[in-house]
């Protein structure tokens, strides 16, 4: 699956949260799971790391994004997946309430989140996503994943 | 060019070189005299020389090729050098060794000129060049070597062979070996002389040593020579043997082997050194005396000896690290995997199940365990970095310092090998610097003017214990005690009734530290802190013992395996946790009225010992229903000489686990060091019982 096409366009995961839509670049999913299996508390960590799963022999810490985005938590139902991601030499899991699917796109379609307001923290964001009359939240994900709040 | 894997082989001999190189100055340092040390110094840098070159390390190449010159002019005999020699090649070295740390990190060599230090190399060898035409005007019966002249049209002249090099082959002689003067002869149309040289020595080197070579090495790998040359071996072979290997080497012409034969020199006149270098390498008068000569004689034999044994033992492999640890993570699911179908319900335990479950079990337990021994390090590689770190220090400071190691081949996990480095390294810094008095206010108290530092490693049951001993001024408690009221850790009342042990602790909180001022070495307060979380990371703990006036010991103690521990599993809620074995120390369960407090402490009284309980419910914030129990379950473990309760609902069982890391996000969490994956899959956290406890 090549990432970067022939044109110089990214790939992205799309996930929703509420009505919202974002995007992961797609480069850095190792896999996707259900979340069915049980997440093990870690005492003593932020309230947005769940705790971790063990995922074929590896413990792997699972960040709630809801609680990361400031959101109200939600029960998650059958259709909840965790997205685990790998940067560098960083491994973690983020829970999502829904995985949409895969889209493609093109430099000139991502703009720049400097001037949209909202209550999502701006480091969050590396960008807007405009494809078919949709908007996606394009994430950093070293900003995500970090024990920061 | 597949430069990338002879990279990582260059990186690794280069370091292997430059640490040699260390040890056998350091040698030399102290024993002008030791030859042996002297020409392997001049063997690494030569062969660092070639392979940088061929790397295209030319800053490194040039370095060492102008360490050579000044190393060949110590083994001429042609230099009196003294510390400042020392300290120079010293310099080299580290020059060096930024060089490879440039390349590590970025592939290329770095801006670094060291025009300074090669001026002052050139210098120190430039001398040795003016010293060496004056010796030929004033002394033509010399027996220093100029290079080709000497064999040049003869092939069996004889060798100007001088006292030292006689002395070698008497004693290999007297130890049944055979000593040969071999000359080669190339043929006339020969390309590569070199090259061929080369086979030569390779070809000698399988089974002699060779102890002396005209012209000189250096010269030859030049090609600064017409066709032939002749070394001096060491061997157990006979001639017939050496010509035929050697007539086997292509475009060998002619093969003179002569035997030499006992020599001894009655009179003392030195016939192969400068005045200059009689005076030895620190600058003092001496008539080298026979015996000296037989002795050093004595030790280039044993390092023949040596190296002729080594040649046959010692076979290794070098492997990847990644791929050791892929070997040790399959091995640990091959132990989860094997519990589980230990766990299993609902299987008919025949005799044979039974029997085969149990052969697996000793075969895993083996796999493992020959595994580990793979990633056994033993401490010598992190100990020997000491020795030239003590010397620069003590030079630093002025204080005359012996560093005493002993316990070297005493082996750690990898892992806990690359993190051991930092915490010793501050600990000696701390005993040279606070530990160990001024000379004169040693003298004042009769102590010997050198400050010891003893570093010992050795095996205690299941644990690696290392200690850092100084035989300086101690810890004066006192002192300490009144730091810590200052700050404000505690008052006074609360001060008199401490153990000493206790006021001990103050020294392990960050920025505590009662040193007067701050050097650069130390005195900050932010060393023993971190020395202790380092350490507790790995799963060790660290104790003091000190005396005030005699000094302090400080002790290190670091589990033996890694990955796989025996744990107790306990129940806390609907939460699993496992506590390391090696921390337990009794399990008990007591009335909820056997506890009390004392100062907002909760204790209990344990056969006429007072130990703090914590209720791991609330340090772990568990979320649980409050039960009423009849009883309350307490594991009670040890941190070195204390004792803390934890209060759990349930102990489940004891199992054999396996760590695993909680990965990077998570290395900082406190109370948990990793966690575990149980038979059923699920994930039990390991709890760190010493950052816990009390």
Redesign the interface.
Known sequence: MAAVTATGTRQFLVFRLDDEEFGVDIRKITTIVEKSM?I??????PDF?KG???LR?????VIDSRIKFGMPPVSYEEDARIIIIKLE????GIIVEQVAEVIELNEENIENAANIGGSLSMDYISGIGKADGRIVTILNLEKL???NN | MEMGQYLEIFIEETKEHLNNMNQCLLRLEKNPRDGAALNEIFRAAHTLKGMSATMGFNKMSGLTHEMEDVLQALRSGGLNSGSNLADLLFKCLDALESILNNIVETGDEGSGEYIHIIALLKDFAGRRIAAGEAEKDHDGGSSRETTGDICAGHPTAVLQINQYEQNVINKAIEAKMNAFQITVVLNKGCLLKSARAFIVFQTLERKSEIIKSVPAVEDIEDEKFDNEFTVVVLSREDEESFKKDLYAVSEVEEVIVVPLLTVYYTDKKDNFESPEYKKGLDGTETGKAESDDAEEAEDEFAKVESVAKKSKTGKTVRVDISRLDVLL?LV??LI?QKSRLDGLEGIEKTKDYVETLEYLERITTSLHDAVMKVRMVPVESVFNRFPRMIRDISRDIGKEIVLNMSGEETELDRTVIDEIGEPLIHLLRNAADHGIESAEKRKELGKPPAGQINLRAYQDGSSVVIEVEDDGQGIDIEKVKRKAIEKGLIDDDAAGSLSKKDVIDFLFLPSFSTAETVTGLSGRGVGLDVVKTKIESLGGNVEIETAYGKGSRFIIRLPLTLAIIQALLVRIGE?KYAIQISSVNQIIKVFPDEIKTVNKQEVILLRNEVIPIIRLEK????QKEEKLRKKLTIVIVRKGERLTGFVVDDVICQQEIVQ???????S?????T??T?LGD?????ILDANSLAV
């Open positions: 049980s093990t508390r870690v005492p003593n960590t790391i971790v799963i063990n022999g590896e413990i792997i810490p030499d960083i491994i973690a994943i970090s024990l | 993570n640990s699911e989860i939460e340090a772990l914030k568990v695993k890391p909680l990965g990077k996000l998570l900082g969490v406190k109370t948990v990793s966690a994956i899959g699920s994930v039990a956290l």
